[in-house]
């Protein structure tokens, strides 16, 4: 697919807003992507899935999607499945991949027996919730700890746990999100994330983009709506530390066979430099706060440049390729 021609494109939806807890962020990220591709050339419409019916794609000569929809029922594995069934090529991984992604246990399964570094937890089925259960944890996964829902993204849920008597607390605020509930040890260290662009060989690791947040407090409002989290790009980081960043990401990438882009959230342990893969994010923000794109222009690729480069990349499963 040549990035010259936008007309090669055909019609283009822009899916953004959606139904999840993250709905506001991809608003803002779709609004970008949208006035991005308008600025290039490309007949790019906007298409909220909360609003409108997924088969109207299809009514009204939609040729390809640009997927800019974050959490649940946008990068689980749902819609990509109904747009497999429609036909109409979509940017981002397939639906085994995303709904693999969105669940932050199975990756771990995944990753774990790939011997890709990610760090110890314990699950908390629905059915696992008693207080005996939940107050075992930390004698298994040591103190402080994180507790979240393994199917939402944002930091939306999560709770850093000090001591024992927050634990209780932290289950139940995860569990308003998701029947299931991840504890994770806490790796005490540096927050960096690493994007990638492209599909099997021709995928590369963008640089890596540190993240310093005020007490260490990267969650939504931090993320989204403050500009006190500090991010380094490029990230200062030793030039080995970064290679080694770039190649887990990368191998975490390919594990869950994602594809078009993504990016991983890593943390560096302070006492050993060793980095540990937290998350892979399937469809990454786009907003102004994004970190996908802070990335794209160290590496010499504009914004504008980036979201019709992702558009080029938009597949279908059945066919393995781009439309």
């Known amino acids: ?12 939806a822009v899916l953004f807003g959606g ?22 050339g490309v007949d790019a419409h ?17 040729d390809r999607c640009f997927v800019a929809l974050h959490g649940r029922h946008g990068e689980d594995g749902t819609v990509q499945g109904a747009l497999e069934l429609l036909g109409i090529p979509y940017t981002g991984s397939g639906v085994m991949a995303s709904s693999v992604a969105m669940d932050k246990v ?33 004698d298994v996964l040591g103190l402080p ?9 944002s930091s939306i849920g999560v709770t850093k746990v000090q001591g024992y008597s927050q634990m209780q607390d932290a289950v139940a605020l995860s569990a308003k999100f998701d029947a299931d509930v991840l504890c994770e040890e806490f790796i005490e260290g540096e927050e960096v ?24 407090a990267y969650d939504y409002q ?17 030039e080995a530390e970064e290679r080694e960043i770039q190649r887990i990401t990368l191998a975490a990438y390919h594990t869950l066979g994602c594809r078009g882009w993504g990016r991983a959230d890593v943390m560096i342990r302070a006492s050993d430099r060793k980095p540990f893969l937290l998350e892979m994010n399937t469809s990454p923000g ?12 160290a590496a010499g690729i504009p914004y504008e440049e980036l979201c019709v480069r992702v558009l080029a990349s938009a597949a279908l499963d059945a066919k393995g390729g781009a439309n």
Request: charged residues 25%.
């Open 106 to 138: 199975m990756t771990k399964r995944i990753w774990q027996a790939d011997a890709l570094p990610t760090p110890k937890y314990v699950r908390l089925a629905f059915d696992q919730q008693s207080r005996e259960q939940i107050m075992v944890v930390p």
């Open 46 to 62: 906007a298409f909220d899935p909360a609003e409108r019916d997924l088969t109207d794609l299809k009514r009204e000569g939609f």
């Open 145 to 153: 700890l994180i507790v979240k829902p393994p199917r939402e993204g």
């Open 286 to 297: 786009m907003t102004s706060h994004s970190l996908v794109p802070m990335s794209a222009r």
């Open 193 to 216: 994330t690493c994007a990638v662009l492209g599909q099997g060989l021709d995928a590369r690791a963008l640089p890596v983009v540190r993240i310093a947040a005020p007490e260490g």
């Open 1 to 12: 697919m040549s990035l010259q021609d936008p007309k090669l494109f055909g019609k283009v």
């Open 19 to 40: 139904s999840s807890a993250e709905r506001e962020v991809s608003l803002m990220s779709g609004a970008g992507v949208l006035e991005a591709l308008r600025s290039r």
């Open 222 to 238: 931090n993320k989204y709506f403050t500009d006190d989290v500090k991010y380094q790009c490029p990230s200062g980081l030793p």
